[in-house]
């Protein structure tokens, strides 16, 4: 398998072209191509670049709106309800986030909530938009069915994701980005795309035997016959019913505070087989710190936690302890001088987008 590896700066107009051809206004190019690259930055190789293709499918499909033109519902000083009209999540979830950071600094804490939205992308690009206020962020998004409740093996909720963040006094932010699944989703595309398998414990079938092939995983799970297992895995032993409660909690925050779709109906797919929008929906909440403390002994504070945390007694044979964000952070300061791996799959995925959209791009590898 040979690894190429490309430029920021090619990868960004590779995008910024794509979604050109088929339709995406230049206001919210921007925004969804810098969550994508914000991805590949961090070294979350499962939501950047790697998903194009789905979202140029989904364009072109008539699942996703090319413009999006979302439509705000209900508000508060401190609230808001948006209406995402199926355009795209990354550009939803950037102005609700925005929106809650604006309400914020006259209420100290807002909420906004979205349904009717697509995929966003990395959860935890919404909170370093209020960190960059000096602000905490959190954000919650519900996604297509994939995980059980403990006890079943019925795929009900999606990966779920929590993504929390406060800034410290280091260039380095507290930044917890996580599914409430034992693995996303797009880490098994990942293993397919480079032939791996996945390791026993993460996916089970409707039976609840363990699956390893990632193609059969993607295939079964498709058939909703498989399985990833929640935080914790299956049954009680290891508390898999901690995952699963957290799942639920964030599709209780990503619909009903919208009075939007849950459960199956998220799955893309009518009682007929035909592809329909998603129906995501999300929830985003912005703190603004000077409310409650000076944010100068907020960031002091919450620098001394993470580095209190990196200082713990270490385990025989381990050199380091990290804090939430920290290896995504330090990737980013990385990947712009070495560049952007790419394995042979995305290679032939970007080939056919050239020749798919008729790009006129020169791809820097044969």
Known sequence: MSTVLLSVD????FMDKAFESVGVPAKDRQIVVDVLIRSDLRGIESHGIGRVDMYIDRIRDGIIQPVTDFRIVRESAGTAVIDGQHGLGHVIAYRAMERAIDKARSTGIAAVSVCNSSHFGIAGYYPLMAIEKNMAGLAFTNARPSIPPTFSGEPMMGTNP????????EDCPFLLDMATSIVQRGKIEVYEREGKSAPEGWVIDDKGQPLSDAGDILRLMGKRVASLLPLGGAGESHSG???YGLAAMVEIFSSLFAGGAFGHALS???ENGNKIPHQLGHFFIAIDISHFIDVDIFKKMAGDLVRSLRAAKRLPDESRIYTAGEKEFENEQRVPHDGVPLNDAMQ???????????????LPFA
Do not use: H, N, S
């Open 10 to 13: 090619f990868l960004r107009d």
């Open 162 to 169: 929590i993504a929390f963040g406060v800034p410290t006094d």
């Open 241 to 243: 019913y901690k995952g």
């Open 268 to 270: 893309g797919i009518d």
């Open 348 to 362: 032939k995925t970007l080939r056919k987008l050239v020749q798919d959209l008729e790009l006129d791009i020169e």
